[in-house]
């Protein structure tokens, strides 16, 4: 069965470093999204992208973060200078279709602790 | 605003007992309803969903989930819980009208079952 794969499964960062979580959502999928969950906390929406475009963002999803679909397969999260508190599980989901009834299909997560 | 509550943040049970997980939600309409499970190291796997009709919904592993519109709550069951049911477990809301279809998440319940 197709899975969304992340890439690594954790990160370890400096306080103001850039960091890059990678993620290859299900191929033919066209709904991706970007989830984070800090400890013993809410999975809380980030970002979610289509037709090469943000399509939602919430308000955590701030200036420091970006989202990029650089080529066929890949979709990026990039932290440009990490905070403390950035750090947190990432998951990364895609979904095939447009409809709000379409599964959407998580990743593993990415562990990102910031130093 | 769309939110999730699940008031058990985490259960024990025996192995062969029943089971079942607490899911509130708010809303203004009839929701998009979803249960994940996430065993250690996976990534968030679908359970179930309720979109419409029959408000008794079956799923993967034995689970079912039931939508009460009265009490804005969908919760989780299963008759006899095996021991590779230990995870944690995450109720979400999505947004109808909403091609984006985030998830509003819970805070998750975590399962213990004891031999």
């Known amino acids: 069965e197709p899975e969304v794969t992340q890439t690594p499964s954790h990160q370890v960062t400096q306080m103001g470093q850039e960091v890059i979580l990678r993620c290859v959502p299900i191929s033919n999928h066209l709904y991706f999204y970007w989830y984070r969950q800090i400890l013993g906390q809410k999975v809380e929406f980030l970002v979610s992208?289509?037709?090469?475009?943000?399509?939602?963002k919430s308000e955590i999803f701030d200036d420091q973060f970006s989202v990029e679909r650089p080529d066929g397969s890949n979709f990026t999260l990039k932290i440009r200078s990490t905070k403390l508190e950035d750090s947190a599980m990432y998951f990364c989901a895609s979904k095939a279709g447009t409809s709000g009834t379409d599964t959407q299909y998580f990743g593993p997560g990415t562990r990102l602790t910031v130093l | 605003a769309q939110s999730v509550t699940q008031p058990d943040i985490h259960i024990t049970v025996s192995e062969g007992a029943s089971l079942e997980l607490r899911c509130n939600y708010s809303?203004?309409?009839?929701?998009?309803l979803f249960w994940y499970v996430q065993s250690p190291g996976q990534g968030l796997q679908l359970l179930l969903k309720y979109f419409s009709g029959d408000t008794l919904v079956q799923g993967i592993k034995g689970f079912e989930a039931e939508f009460k519109r009265s009490q804005s709550s969908f919760n989780l069951r299963k008759p006899s819980v095996h021991w590779s049911d230990a995870a944690e477990y995450f109720c979400?809301?999505?947004?109808?009208?909403?091609?984006?279809?985030?998830?509003?998440f819970g805070t998750g319940t975590s399962l213990t079952v004891i031999p």
């Open positions: 979400a809301v999505g947004a109808r009208g909403n091609t984006g279809n985030q998830f509003y």
């Open positions: 992208f289509y037709n090469n475009e943000i399509s939602e």
């Open positions: 809303y203004g309409a009839t929701p998009y």
